[in-house]
């Protein structure tokens, strides 16, 4: 009698298609993620003990007031420099804010203030409760710098970095 005895073969496993899929499947992942950028900004909120400044620090501030309806730009505070209306759209909802005026008088004052050898970085904004955070931040943006060109090349001039915010006084009411 005869006992058969089968020898077993090891058997190979074949991982050449998934290694094929893995090649072509990791580069498309990586490709389709979105890589986040994060910008962090630094704000200076209001003093809330109450103390008031030095009148002549307050004369002074440059205040930004973010309404629904305009922009008004204050330089020193209290004495309205330009009121921006918004930029009016085909219809009652494409109706947003002039950042782009915004930014030609922030350069203006920006020039006024270098000629009389002063060196201004902080603004003061103001906002009302129902204006949108696009609009809070896109005036933010605004007021810390502005694209000009320099010698055929468009780069970023920085106008008041140092961003202090606030609520809008009532319309009609003083700055």
């Known amino acids: 009698?005869?006992?058969k005895r089968r020898e077993l073969?090891?058997?190979d496993i074949d991982i050449t298609?998934?290694?094929?899929?893995?090649i072509v499947l990791v580069p498309v992942l990586l490709m389709s993620m979105v890589?986040?950028?994060?910008?962090?900004?630094?704000?200076?909120?209001?003093?809330?003990?109450?103390?008031?400044?030095?009148?002549a620090e307050k004369n002074r501030q440059l205040e930004v007031v973010l309404r629904e309806s305009a922009i008004e730009v204050y330089y020193p505070s209290g004495r309205l420099?330009?009121?921006?209306?918004?930029?009016?759209?085909?219809?009652p909802e494409d109706t947003r804010h002039d950042f782009k005026t915004l930014s030609t008088v922030l350069q203006e004052i920006k020039r006024k203030l270098a000629a009389s050898n002063v060196d201004k970085r902080d603004a003061l904004l103001l906002s009302?409760?129902?204006?949108?955070?696009?609009?809070?931040v896109s005036t933010m943006d605004a007021l810390r710098s502005a694209k000009t060109v320099?010698?055929?090349?468009?780069?970023?001039?920085?106008?008041?970095?140092?961003i202090s915010l606030g609520d809008a006084p009532k319309?009609?009411?003083?700055?």
């Open 150 to 162: 320099v010698v055929a090349d468009e780069v970023d001039v920085e106008l008041f970095p140092e």
């Open 1 to 3: 009698m005869f006992s």
């Open 128 to 136: 009302e409760a129902g204006v949108s955070y696009q609009s809070l």
């Open 9 to 11: 073969e090891e058997a």
């Open 81 to 91: 420099v330009k009121t921006i209306d918004n930029i009016e759209g085909e219809e």
């Open 171 to 175: 319309k009609g009411g003083k700055s």
């Open 17 to 22: 298609a998934f290694m094929n899929l893995m």
């Open 35 to 55: 890589f986040n950028h994060i910008a962090i900004l630094e704000l200076n909120l209001p003093d809330l003990t109450g103390a008031q400044t030095a009148s």
